[in-house]
């Protein structure tokens, strides 16, 4: 197993005065290798109002047109992903804002013609975060990737869900954690409470039933996918005080798979 950390930061807590990149810091200075991927969900809407482009979700995903994917790029590969290298620097990180289309990391199709340019990860290079990793910078991911048709690439980018992006970073590398930093304690069951453990069938029964919905739904797909391939898969509290490293000492919040 290694010691690679996969942590997604949900657009839902950034800029919330969380502790989550200091713990990043003190993991790498622990020898675990930290990896970030990053939403960025409510500045993305902000900014599509701003430039009064209407913004509408299926099963938790952004339908994407040619407009939105362009706000979609500026503000994560750009103001999110730029931001966050910057907060890491000041907590004495050593930080590379990269994006998927970067360098080949993420190879993606168009998921359903009727969400528009959002991609399907059909492949991970590891090399380019392998290579940041071995140097001991810790990559920070912006998920766009570039639109492959069959065998080749077109000039065109695609928006990946961020949660769906970090569960395929994670299992190509087979990450030994993926901790999803959110704005809720962790998945609510059917009684309101939070669930500590998930199995997969459990999951089926509560997507089902409607009570795992919307921005949840590929938190815990992505979950299922990693845990398959043996990574320690947690939703986690990112607004809390050392939510990271609760995560994964003692798997606080909810532990899928
Ligand atoms: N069963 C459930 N338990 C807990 N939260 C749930 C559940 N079903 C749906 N949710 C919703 O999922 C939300 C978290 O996902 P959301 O996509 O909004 O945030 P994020 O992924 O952290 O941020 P971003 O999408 O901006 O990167 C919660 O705020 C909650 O409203
Ligand atoms: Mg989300």
């Known amino acids: 197993m290694s010691d690679i ?8 807590t950034l800029g919330a005065h969380d502790t989550t990149l200091a713990d990043v810091v003190a993991l790498q200075r622990r020898g675990v290798r930290p990896l970030i991927v990053h939403g960025g969900g409510p500045l993305i809407s902000d900014w599509l109002k701003t430039h009064g482009v209407p913004t509408r979700f299926e099963r938790g995903l952004r339908v994407t047109d040619a407009r939105t994917l362009e706000v979609v790029v500026a503000v994560l590969a750009g103001l999110v992903n730029k931001r966050l290298v910057a907060a890491l620097t000041a907590a004495g990180g050593r930080a590379v804002g990269i994006s998927g289309a970067d ?15 959002v ?8 090399r380019p975060l392998l290579d940041l990793l071995d140097d001991g910078f810790v990559p920070v991911v912006a998920p766009i990737a570039v639109e492959w048709r ?11 869900n961020a949660d769906t992006a970090a569960g395929a970073v994670a299992s190509a590398l087979s990450a030994r954690w ?3 930093l959110t704005d809720v304690p962790g998945i609510r069951g059917e009684d309101g409470e939070t669930v500590a453990n998930l199995s997969p069938a459990q999951a089926g029964l509560l997507t089902e039933a409607g009570v795992i919905e919307g921005g949840m739904i590929p938190k815990v797909e992505a979950c299922l996918q990693a845990a398959a391939s043996g990574c320690r898969s947690v939703i ?7 939510a990271l490293l609760e995560a994964i000492e003692d798997g606080t919040g909810t532990v899928v798979g």
């Open 5 to 12: 950390l996969v942590a997604k930061i949900g657009g839902s």
């Open 103 to 117: 360098g080949g990391l993420l190879k993606a199709r168009v998921l359903d013609e009727k969400l528009g340019h």
């Open 119 to 126: 991609g399907e990860v059909v492949e991970v290079d590891t």
């Open 150 to 160: 069959g065998e080749a690439p077109v000039d065109q980018l695609l928006n990946i």
């Open 178 to 180: 993926l901790v999803f």
């Open 236 to 242: 986690a509290d990112g607004r809390r005080t050392g």
